[in-house]
């Protein structure tokens, strides 16, 4: 019986998989077995701060606490809680220190993360024991760096090392995204090959989480499998991740094109809502959480998430 046990462990997940399987002393085994509802290491990074940064109207401090709090008791691997930038750029971001400290963490085995748009930034979100992950922008398009942070990528690289290092002494980690990882709207060169360079990049200054990013809606179903596949083979260590801005109708076809060449980290928020304000273009909303859910459920996949408690976000975005 040991074989058949060990054919049910290697067997993918989907809800049902026919295999053919050698095995030492037999020539073939014809199998077909249910698949197990598993989590397959999904992360999912529910990111309110991306949601909350594109409404025109703030969002009083007490209703972002609620609706955090009712995300970090969801079961979600990190929630993403706000952002230390300038107030005049993002000012719905400007109580986010107010945020951090009135949430309650108990019963909760979610990451906080805040993102942080230079060194300054940084330093401010080291000073809370709360938060386990820093979010760090850089880009493979430098005219979109320019416009996100008023930096050039040299620049940008320089202090991403110096942050990295600043994260390491306070035991927390730096979660540096790659924007406009799928192309870009500006001209700007990009390959497949770019993609490969920036990470090697990345990886030498310390970096080891990576989600790519898409806000302008380059990303397509052949660019996401060429880029993960590639990445995925070249840097079997550092956690890649998908952050996708997309129209919902083409969101699902970009998901299972990033699952399929293997990535298991996803950002959503509930109700697709938010967006870039940075880029110049139209905003286009981020992947929305039950998009994503749907999808894994149609792989047999349990995300494991308790959302029924959590308010709805049209109660959250809307004066009042």
């Known amino acids: 019986m040991k074989f058949l046990q ?18 030492p002393g037999i020539t073939l085994i014809h199998i077909f077995v249910p698949a197990r509802k598993v989590m397959a290491g999904i992360k999912i ?3 309110p701060r991306d949601a909350f940064q594109c409404i025109p109207h703030f969002i009083p401090t007490a209703k972002k606490i609620e609706y955090i709090h009712a995300l970090l008791q969801a079961g979600f691997d990190t929630v993403e809680a706000g952002s230390f930038v300038s107030a005049n750029a993002i000012p719905q971001m400007a109580d986010t220190a107010e945020v951090i400290k009135g949430l309650n963490y108990e019963g909760s085995t979610s990451r906080i993360m805040v993102l942080a748009a230079n ?28 416009k996100n942070i008023r930096k050039a990528q040299v620049e940008s690289l320089l202090e991403t090392e110096q942050c990295v290092a600043l994260c390491e002494k306070r ?14 709207p500006y001209g ?20 080891r989480c990576i989600p790519l990013s898409d806000i ?15 990445l995925n083979a070249e840097f079997p260590d550092i956690e890649f991740g998908l952050h996708l801005h997309s129209e919902k109708i083409s969101a699902l076809q ?34 929305d959480t039950r998009v994503l859910l749907d999808f894994l459920a149609g792989q047999g996949v349990s995300a494991d998430l308790n959302l029924p408690d959590v308010p709805r976000p049209a109660g959250i975005f809307t004066p009042g």
């Open 171 to 184: 035991n927390k980690r730096l979660v540096v995204y790659l924007t406009m990882a799928f192309g870009n």
């Open 45 to 47: 990074i529910e990111t």
């Open 119 to 146: 060194r300054k930034g940084v330093e401010t979100a080291l000073d809370f024991g709360e938060i386990d992950d820093i979010s760090y922008p850089f880009s493979a398009s430098p005219v979109f760096l320019q």
């Open 216 to 230: 302008t809606g380059e990303a397509d179903a052949q660019k996401i499998t060429e880029v993960f596949t590639a």
């Open 6 to 23: 060990y054919a049910y462990e290697i067997q993918q997940i989907t809800l049902f998989q026919e295999k053919y399987l050698c095995f």
């Open 254 to 287: 970009k998901v299972d094109a990033a699952w399929k060449a293997g990535c298991r980290r996803f950002d959503t928020v509930l109700g697709g809502h938010g967006g870039c304000p940075m880029t110049g273009k139209e905003l286009l909303g981020n992947l």
């Open 188 to 207: 700007d060169e990009w390959s497949v090959g770019t993609i490969v360079d920036w990470a090697a990049t990345l990886q030498q200054l310390g970096v």
